[in-house]
């Protein structure tokens, strides 16, 4: 990856902060718009690391919105997305171009819709667990007999609660969900985001991807319109696998986080294993490298 300097945090003083997430920082642009920020910070296991990776917030958003190219009004038009069209480097002062410029959307401002919309198309990560304990995953009832990377019948909708930023976002049911939003709206989310999740599957095989999992986000806009928001299909939202490594039984090597997550799983903190609470092992150059060097790898083969 070409050297570039590391945004850990935005400082803009021309917009209003409105938030920062594990990633994101989200500014108000009048009262309609958010100009989204992706930093270069990595959490894993819902903990911020200390040290950033050099461009990770660039890549994300380059491949955001490569993703909403294919699949918005521009692509396959699955559904309406949250790009407003305008340059996000329009809204801030020039001082601060460099801090926006590659790593930004500017993006309509809408009511976010507290369910994270989680597809999966192959048995991974707690998906598996959860399989082991009981042949289900979100009281999805599964075949027996699979395996830890078995790719599923059918993709499955296995949604979760959002949590504040810090805590785990818990694993919930469908019907739950429809208690929590309703059920019109409930299963507007949950066949869309499967309807996306295999179109971009079926792209992503061309490329030599497998995406086994990723998670999606909704909001309403004023007119009540369900719009697709926030990061789409990146590392950071997704299990991304390379095809040729794949093999049922055990874990792919993974563009994702998957590598960070294996470190700290094995490295021990004043010789005991990390708890996994703040604050986070402090990350090796090696590992800062790799992880980047995992996202430049995806976007790289996503885009050729």
């Not at 009511?111 to 042949?135: D, F, I, N, T």
């Not at 504040?164 to 929590?180: L, P, R, Y």
């Not at 950071?236 to 093999?247: F, L």
């Not at 708890?275 to 980047?292: G, M, Q």
Request: glycine letters at 8%.
């Amino acid at each position: 990856m070409t050297t570039v300097s590391a945004l850990h945090t935005s400082a803009l003083t021309s917009l209003t902060l409105l938030a920062r997430g594990k990633v994101r920082d989200n500014y108000a642009v009048g009262t309609d718009r958010i100009l989204m920020v992706a930093s270069d910070r990595i959490s894993a296991f819902d903990v911020i690391m200390g040290e950033p990776i050099p461009g990770k917030g660039v890549l994300l958003t380059q491949m955001a919105l490569y993703w909403f190219d294919k699949l918005g009004p521009k692509g396959l038009n699955l559904c309406p997305i949250h790009l407003t069209g305008d340059a996000p480097e329009s809204v801030v002062s020039a001082a601060e171009v460099p801090q926006v410029q590659g790593r930004s959307m500017l993006v309509k401002r809408l009511k976010p819709l507290p369910v994270e919309a989680v597809v999966r198309g192959y048995l991974a990560g707690s998906g598996w667990k959860e399989y082991q304990e009981g042949q289900a995953v979100c009281g999805v009832k599964l075949p027996a007999g699979l395996k830890n990377a078995s790719k599923l019948p059918e993709p499955i909708y296995t949604p979760a609660a959002k949590a504040a930023v810090g805590e785990h976002d818990e694993n919930i049911t469908f019907e739950k969900t429809v208690d929590m939003i309703g059920l019109d709206l409930a299963t507007r989310i949950k066949d869309i985001s499967i309807a996306i999740y295999k179109a971009a599957s079926a792209i992503a095989a061309k490329k030599g991807i497998i995406i086994a999992d990723t998670k999606f986000e909704f909001g309403l806009d004023t007119d009540g319109t369900l719009v697709l928001m926030d990061e789409v299909l990146t590392p950071d939202s997704s299990r991304y696998w390379p095809a040729e490594s794949y093999v049922e039984g055990v874990n792919p090597p993974s563009y994702d986080k998957q590598f960070l997550r294996d470190w700290l799983e094995s490295n021990l903190v004043n010789g005991k294993p990390w708890d996994k609470t703040p604050p986070a092992p402090r990350l090796p150059r090696e590992v800062i490298e790799k992880t980047s060097a995992k996202y430049e790898e995806a976007l790289q083969r996503l885009t050729r």
